[in-house]
């Protein structure tokens, strides 16, 4: 009997992590020869389909007008209020990662740019030599030894794994300022990632769309990228370097080749 993984519904945090480790458990299976296990394939390429309409007809064309009629500073601005704004759930990674220098370098970063860049308008803390680090509640899974699990495409957010779509429920479940900001302060909150996010696609749309329109294969290609540069990042957090070169593919460089281009 093959196993199904059940939604991951927003509950208390112990229940959640709970049910989250428990489905990680069922889902669990063998990756293929090229390190794949994606058991669900055709269910997500239905999801990469509707994502890719998505992106055509409304992500696309709503961040081509945002990078054209709002000026790059407020952009930028815009995007690192952003940041700021997800260091509080960073820091705790951190510390349930026992990455205590980096934790405090981000809070540090936080309290900088809170005050001195106006709210996180403006890196101040960057110029000062504390650089931000990310971290995620799967990928502290990943450090306690919790298995990637099956590949999975959701909808609207994109490519994840079991272990990461976990980690996703409960850095949502547990970000620090659910309990501060409610009513229109969280409306606003969700604008500014929103914004934060057209930015990015504005930033690197002739990657992105190489991606999802060039290549023969975008759905192969986006999950190569992600489980890759996600293995990349795990590796890093947990003291490594990474990997060899060879096993990181960085899309963003201007020598990258797409394998699944015509």
């Given at each position: 009997m093959t196993a199904t993984c059940p939604p991951f519904p927003f509950a208390p945090r112990p229940i959640l992590l709970a049910l989250g480790l428990s489905a990680l458990s069922a889902c669990a299976q063998a990756p293929s020869a090229d390190g794949v296990s994606d058991p669900l394939e055709p269910v997500n390429r239905g999801v990469h389909a509707v994502n890719k309409g998505l992106d055509t007809v409304i992500v696309r064309?709503?961040?081509?007008?945002?990078?054209?009629?709002?000026?790059?500073?407020?952009?930028?601005?815009?995007?690192n209020v952003a940041d700021t704004l997800d260091l509080p759930g960073v820091v705790v990674n951190q510390v349930l990662q026992a990455r205590i220098g980096e934790a405090?370098?981000?809070?540090?970063?936080?309290?900088?740019?809170?005050?001195a860049g106006i709210g996180g308008l403006f890196d101040v803390a960057s110029v000062l030599g504390m650089p931000k680090t990310d971290a995620d509640f799967g990928q502290t899974l990943a450090v306690w030894g919790v298995g990637e699990g099956p590949y999975v495409e959701l909808p609207i957010e994109g490519p994840s794994t079991a272990r990461d779509t976990v980690g996703l429920v409960v850095d949502l479940a547990m970000n620090p300022l659910n309990n501060v900001f409610d009513g229109n302060d969280a409306d606003a909150t969700l604008a500014i990632e929103g914004l934060s996010r057209l930015n990015d696609r504005y930033r690197y749309s002739d990657t992105i769309d190489s991606i999802l329109y060039d290549s023969a294969d975008s759905y192969a290609q986006l999950r190569l990228l992600y489980l890759q540069n996600r293995r990349h990042e795990i590796a890093k957090a947990k003291g490594g370097t990474g990997g060899e070169d060879g096993?990181?593919?960085?899309?963003?460089?201007?020598?990258?080749i797409d394998p699944y281009a015509d």
């Open positions: 064309p709503a961040s081509k007008a945002y990078g054209t009629v709002v000026p790059g500073p407020v952009r930028q601005g815009v995007s405090t370098t981000n809070t540090l970063r936080l309290a900088v740019n809170a005050t096993d990181f593919i960085d899309p963003y460089e201007e020598d990258f």
